[in-house]
């Protein structure tokens, strides 16, 4: 029988198998930041204990930096203090990092990638949920907590089960105005947010082929908010391309041979998965989230549901706490919705393709006059950078966004950037759980086109129709 | 880690679908550079009326309507929860909050992947019930003031009143490290001789692994 993926990776990891098939598997790259770091450093210092390899990690900090006036450092002293933390243990334990004055900072699921320090084939592990996002090159990529961070500094191991493997097939053309952002959220919608629980999603079918690296790295990104461990696309011509002459990727005759290894990482024709879906996506329209868990979603044509329509009563109650949370009514066309607050970025969409489709939406327009805040946060300097070359600063400026310097910022709200009670936003990122973007804050999720265009109308709208 | 076998104690119902890390432990208290000083801040949105800050002095307000306020709660070891429990981020500092609160176990139809391994890793066990049966804990400890229940992990059962109401599966390697208080990465460097051996194999497989062996050489 043909091997996944999935086995593909496992397998070329496996150091040693326990009776029970729990294994020590071997990580490859180690990516690291300040919030989920320091407690691990605090346990190889307590134990006496070195990196076993320090060159396989890389570290940034961008959970707490600030996204606005970078020369004056950071304000909040609890924050700054786990900033100089990471920066002082990675000098200590000569860790790579990307320190925050660095062009290259940014939000380390944008760091790897850009890097070419994300390839095909290896293991990567950082102490965030959204590692899944690194899947989209071939890679076995999750979060881990804090003790298996440090494990990995000490061992370059983790002991691990082999999951499941599912395959989700999107197949069809995507329609226009609809994006890698909107096939993750139907995706979520379909199979709930425990759907890939116990799995690593396969993302496969004419769709995910047809998607760019930004919009893989979007697609398994939320594999995590599906419950997956993991999420995963193939290689093929658009991984090797994108991976070229990044500065941490192999060169010359390393990198032919590479190239050659990485071909085979794509499930067997007769492989087999122990789960399948299969969705359509030539009629699905942009999504946009009502509640506070990802799978609460429906197409911006859509109506928030009505709990008395839900027959599980523990499901009932949770529409019901949600709905209320969100301060909506059921029934309530989507487009109807009046927002405050404007989130572009994220680890999901802070990529120089997200910024340009968001950029689309608002070039000679302006933001609506009740709109208290629109904010631009790009996912790495070099995003930043690469963004200014083309002008779309000066696009989102004119149009009154705020553009800011790369971070985490409203995704989580752990820096100056969050929601007040009350506000409702749309946005980018990945979680609409209660309080993620600031206590009492109310979060909808969206594509960066269809968040700056609710940008300008002050409503959502559909895209399609908007223009 | 905190040894386990046997546990008895007072189960605290906690009624919510899909409970996020976010809300188990918010991420302003995230910022912290130790392990300790989570426990008074788990379920914060939740537990407190007032909104809180890190090293915040003042005295916070109880929001009474909040389950683990509530005095006939007062102790509990055991959180009886919902599906897909410990959902979202893979803050580590979840399990450590729900521990120093001074819960070593937590029922659940379903846990959330990175949250049940965080758990395990720090000796608070997640047991997982079906979901019927949960339905019915869930009625019964509403209904019975003083509720507990015992959890023994050799037998992997859980016991009521002298009878037992379910068992459960665990990894049999994370149950020994559970019975035995054993942490990981002791466990793993009695096997460094392996990790080389495999890292001089794939060295020769897949040499753009290693670029700091290039460099050296």
Known sequence: MGKTLYDKLWESHVVRELPDGTCLLYIDRQLVHEVTSPQAFAGLRAHNRGLWRAAANLAVADHNVPTTERARGIIDPTSRLQVETLERNCQDFSVPLFAMDDARQGIVHVVGPEQGATLPGMTIVCGDSHTSTHGAFGALAHGIGTSEVEQVMATQCLLQKKVGAMRVRLEGTIPNHVTAKDLALAVIGRIGTAGGTGHAIEFAGSAVSSLTMEGRMTLCNMAIEAGARAGLVAVDDTTIEYLADRPFAPAGKLWDQAVQAWRTLHSDPDARFSKEVLIDVSSLAPQVTYGTSPEMVISVEGHVPDPCQEIDPARREALVAALRYMDLAPGTAMTDIAIDVVFIGSCTNARLEDLRAAAGMVRGKKVAAHIHRALVVPGSGLVKRAAEAEGLDRVFREAGFEWRDAGCSMCLAMNADRLEPGERCASTSNRNFEGRQGQGGRTHLVSPAMAAAAAVAGHFVDIRQWI | ?217
């Open chain 2, 1 to 217: 880690m905190q040894r386990f076998e046997t546990l008895t104690g007072l189960v605290a119902p906690l009624d919510r679908l899909n409970v996020d890390t976010d809300a188990i432990i918010p991420k302003q208290y995230l910022k912290a550079i130790s392990r300790a000083g989570f426990g008074v801040n788990l379920f914060d949105n939740w537990r407190y009326l007032d909104q809180g800050e890190p090293g915040q002095k003042r005295a916070r307000v109880p929001n009474p309507d909040f389950v683990l306020n509530q005095p006939r709660y007062q102790g509990a070891s055991i959180l009886l929860a919902r599906a897909n429990f410990g959902c979202g981020s893979s803050r580590e500092h979840a399990p450590w909050a729900l521990l120093e609160y001074g819960f070593r176990a937590i029922i659940a139809p379903s846990f959330a992947d990175i949250f049940y391994h965080n758990s395990l890793k720090n000796g608070l066990l997640p047991v997982v019930l079906p979901a019927p049966e949960v339905d019915r804990l869930f009625r019964v400890v509403e209904k019975t003031i003083g509720y507990s229940v015992t959890i023994d992990l050799r037998h992997q059962r859980v016991v009521a009143e002298g009878q037992e109401i379910g068992t459960f599966d665990i990894n049999p390697f994370r149950k020994d490290c559970l019975l035995g208080g054993l942490d990981d990465i002791g466990w793993t460097l009695q096997y460094q001789a392996d990790i080389k051996a495999y890292e001089e194999r794939r060295r020769q497989e897949a040499p753009w692994l290693f670029p700091e062996a290039r460099t050296k050489q």
